[in-house]
T-cell receptor
């Protein structure tokens, strides 16, 4: 079990460039999340998905897009990168709908993104 | 909206000693989850312990235990017999029950472990 994997680990972008951060999980979790962590802060939710084909916005969705075509994958797309998007990005997953409920989110190792 | 407050930006503990990290939260919900996550220099977010609000018994995981005071909205983490590997950022997090409600994180406490 690899858990939650993210690629790449590091990336430097120029202002205006676009890129996709990849996230995959092999735990058959139905819920997946994208968070960003700015220096000295906790994580903030960007987008989440409750299943294939279903996504919704979190606290800080502007400048990002997501898709969920399979249960395993949840890529995050940055369009027109800006310096304000310099951050560490974490993908997470959880299994919802169990009894008793677990609701524990398991995190990937993160992607450090710098926009110059 | 829920908020999580960690009032100790940094803490230090000697190896083998005990340290307590503080966390308070604000919510109008009666049922929810609380978590402590550890983030070492590798940046990986590692679940340390979780507590269901409906449970009166405090959660424990080996050397880690919590003091959950629901009325006071307090959720502190106690680390016993501290080890060098415990050095990390520790984040307290809150989550409503049901659906895909988000984790709300505090700003973290950096724990140093000295010899």
């Amino acid at each position: 079990n690899a858990g939650v994997t993210q690629t790449p680990k590091f990336r430097i972008l120029k202002i205006g460039q676009s890129m996709t951060l990849q996230c995959a999980q092999d735990m058959n979790h139905n819920y997946m999340y994208w968070y960003r962590q700015d220096p000295g802060m906790g994580l903030k939710l960007i987008y989440y998905s409750v299943g294939a084909g279903i996504t919704d916005k979190g606290e800080v969705p502007n400048g990002y897009n997501v898709s969920r075509s399979t249960t395993e994958d949840f890529p995050l797309r940055l369009e027109l990168a800006a310096p304000s998007q310099t951050s560490v990005y974490f993908c997470a997953s959880s299994l919802a709908g169990t009894f008793p409920p677990t609701d524990t989110q398991y995190f990937g190792p993160g992607t450090r993104l710098t926009v110059l | 909206a829920q908020t999580v407050t960690q009032s100790q930006p940094e803490m230090s503990v000697q190896e083998a000693e005990t340290v307590t990290l503080s966390c308070t939260y604000d919510t109008s919900e009666s049922d929810y989850y609380l978590f402590w996550y550890k983030q070492p220099p590798s940046r990986q977010m590692i679940l340390v312990i979780r507590q269901e609000a409906y449970k009166q018994q405090n959660a424990t995981e080996n050397r880690f235990s919590v003091n959950f005071q629901k009325a006071a909205k307090s959720f502190s983490l106690k680390i016993s017999d501290s080890q060098l590997g415990d050095a990390a950022m520790y984040f307290c997090a809150y989550k409503n029950t049901g659906t895909a409600s988000k984790l709300t994180f505090g700003t973290g406490t950096r724990l140093q472990v000295t010899l």
